[in-house]
């Protein structure tokens, strides 16, 4: 039989601690919301290799009095609430009481604080959950934190922590969100002995955007300053213009917090669903202000996320309000054929003239239950269901949008059509025995190989091909460039620099040549000859966006790109063809190891049999 063991204080601490201090952005974020509660003016945050070594945050607030200061490093020991009923009207941004006691079980702490009545602060030194030293000392009047070592005690959890650079990345992603949900107070941040930013704590929104992200997402941003059904909305809605391809620029605060919730996301996204072209999304700064009451903070000790009681109208309410102040503005963006100013050296050559756009499938209205498989679009919940016609083996495609049975992603084929890959009869060898006959609808080709009729997709096919060439180049590193004239100047967050940095020799490979300049601004000074329709900006962007907010590995980041820029890069359907051109295609796709499917997981080709023609006109049974 099993023995329950009581854990002794110093488990508990680091069990404890586990929950609160995952990595050292999460100390940085409750010693300076701390600040904050404490009626800081001014606060200052100073890291060395990411956090992990050092770590120091000084703030001018209230102080702790001498008497309370061993209190503020026990367990659920807090200035903020005194009961159960104070979390129903919580107005600061920390209420637990377990910041300085889970700290403090993993690293090692130094405090320094005094109050405005004292003559003299106090100086603590905590060592794990131990106290080693506790003296008077001169100081200013307000707390300093140092906290040093992390996981000194925890080497296990230590191991979990990831490069100092990215690390330092996650905490100046963490100081630009507090000080965009806090203009009124002056934040300066030091990175390995480097002033990163500063903000003066005037109050003023627009000049923290500008600074953080530049002039050219400053002045595309509009003010808004609404209040509906009890939620007061403030802040900036970006133009569709500055759209970005990820949700990682949707940035709000509630009651002065940042948080991450699905539906105050999809509000935001409702509100802007006229000005949002698809796998796009805003990019604003809104500080959302409701009763306490109506929300709760109290789901997970990181209070990352919130919830409220009535969900539904405050869906409506956000996203009402924004389609209201988006449609009392103008939006129409200014296009110039040629950006002024900027020249390409050289142009891409194009294997077929491109004149159409892609045709988007939707989602759909009947699956049969024949076999299929289904791709969906990334991000959204347009799909393509493709299913087998026993016995002929014939592709078919419908509409999905009923679909009420439970379905399966993985391809189910028919033996007959797995044949057709078995038999190698795609390939560079098999070429003189395949007859083009000619194109249909000019989107599919129609191909005579010995007893098979093949039916060829032009845009899949070739969007195939271009995504190999790409690949190869890129593996290579023969990626073609351009020479930008004049380079262009992309000014980036904290985090974004640091994620580029990280990753600089991927987008090297790509074909950018990139130079930091004054902090986190950057100059391209060439870019890949073949953008296939991206703008320069969008792509190099877009491939960021992936890196920063979904965490993607550098390898498949860049393979989305390459396999988008050879989608937009191929012959779209409903463009005819010469036979010439299709011949040239299809040298071409027969040369791959993999023909079959596009990049994108859709099918390049289908087949018939002789005979299975023959059995559908009855000349056989």
Excluded at 170 to 193: C, K, R, T, V, W
Excluded at 260 to 270: D, R
Aim: aromatic share 8%.
């Amino acid at each position: 039989m099993a023995v329950i063991n009581l854990l002794d204080h110093s488990t508990i601490d680091k069990i404890a601690a586990g929950e609160v201090v995952e990595r050292p952005s999460s100390i940085v974020k409750e010693l300076v919301e701390n600040a904050i509660d404490a009626g800081s003016t001014a606060i200052t945050v100073e890291i060395k290799d990411g956090g992990i070594s050092f770590i120091r945050v000084s703030d001018n607030g209230c102080g702790i009095e001498k008497t309370e200061i061993r209190k503020a490093f026990m367990r659920h020991a807090t200035s903020k609430i005194s009961s159960a009923d104070d979390l129903h009207s919580l107005h600061s941004l920390g209420f637990r009481g377990e910041a300085l006691s889970s700290i403090s079980a993993v690293s090692q702490v130094e405090l320094i604080t005094k109050t405005a009545d004292d003559l003299t602060g106090i100086r603590v030194l905590m060592e794990g959950p131990a106290e080693t030293d506790f003296d008077e000392i001169g100081a200013p009047s307000g707390t300093t934190i140092i906290v040093r070592n992390l996981f000194f005690n925890v080497p296990v959890r230590k191991k979990f922590l990831k490069q100092p650079a990215t690390e330092g990345g996650y905490i100046a992603d963490l100081m630009e969100h507090l000080a965009l949900s806090n203009p009124q107070i002056s934040f300066q941040f030091i990175q390995n002995g480097t002033v990163k930013f500063n903000t003066s704590g005037n109050g003023n929104l627009k000049q923290i955007i500008y600074g953080i992200y530049g002039k050219d997402v400053a002045d595309a941003m509009l003010e808004v300053n609404i209040e509906k059904d009890g939620i007061h909305m403030l802040g900036y809605l970006g133009k569709p213009s500055i759209n970005r391809a990820t949700r990682s620029h949707e940035i709000y605060f509630v009651n002065n917090r940042f948080v991450k919730n699905n539906l105050l996301s999809k509000a935001i996204e409702e509100g802007y669903k006229s000005y949002v072209m698809q796998h796009k999304y805003p990019f604003c700064v809104l500080l959302f202000t409701v009763h306490p009451l109506e929300v709760d903070v109290n789901i997970h000790p990181a209070k990352m996320d919130i919830r409220f009681s009535n969900a539904e109208a405050v869906y409506t309410a956000i996203s009402s309000m924004i389609k209201e102040a988006l449609s009392q503005r103008e939006l129409i963006p200014e296009i110039a054929l040629v950006k002024e100013g900027v020249e390409l050296q050289e142009k891409a050559p194009v294997l077929m003239p491109m004149m159409h756009e892609p045709e988007i499938v939707t989602k759909q209205t009947k699956l049969t239950s024949k076999d299929f498989f289904i791709d969906f679009e990334e991000d959204t919940e347009d799909a393509v269901i493709t299913y087998v016609e026993e016995p002929a083996g014939i592709y078919h495609t419908e509409n999905a949008s009923a679909v009420n049975e439970p379905v399966t992603t993985s391809p189910i084929l028919s033996a007959e059509q797995l044949n057709m890959f078995d038999e190698k009869i795609i390939s560079a060898e098999n070429r003189p025995r395949f007859q083009i006959i000619g194109q249909v609808f000019d989107t599919y080709w129609i191909i005579m190989y010995e007893n098979k009729m093949l039916m060829v997709d032009q845009h899949a096919a070739h969007e195939k091909v271009k995504y190999e060439r790409l690949m190869k180049a890129f593996e290579t590193n023969q990626i073609d460039t351009q020479n930008l004239f004049p380079p262009v100047v992309i000014c980036l967050s904290m985090k974004e620099a640091s994620v580029l940095k990280e990753h600089f020799d991927a987008f090297h490979k790509l074909g950018f040549e990139i130079e930091f300049f004054g902090g986190n601004d950057i100059t391209v000074r060439s870019a890949p000859i073949e953008l296939y329709g991206n703008s320069m900006q969008d792509l190099f962007l877009e491939t960021l966006d992936d890196l920063v907010e979904n965490g993607i590995t550098r390898t498949q980041s860049i393979y989305d790109r390459i396999a988008t820029m050879a989608c937009k890069a191929a012959v779209k359907g409903n463009y005819s063809l010469s036979k010439q051109e299709m011949e040239v295609l299809l040298d071409e796709l027969l040369t791959l190891d993999n023909p079959y499917f596009c990049p994108h997981g859709r099918p390049t080709m289908i087949y018939f049999t002789k005979q299975e023609l023959e059995k559908k006109f009855k000349r056989i049974l």
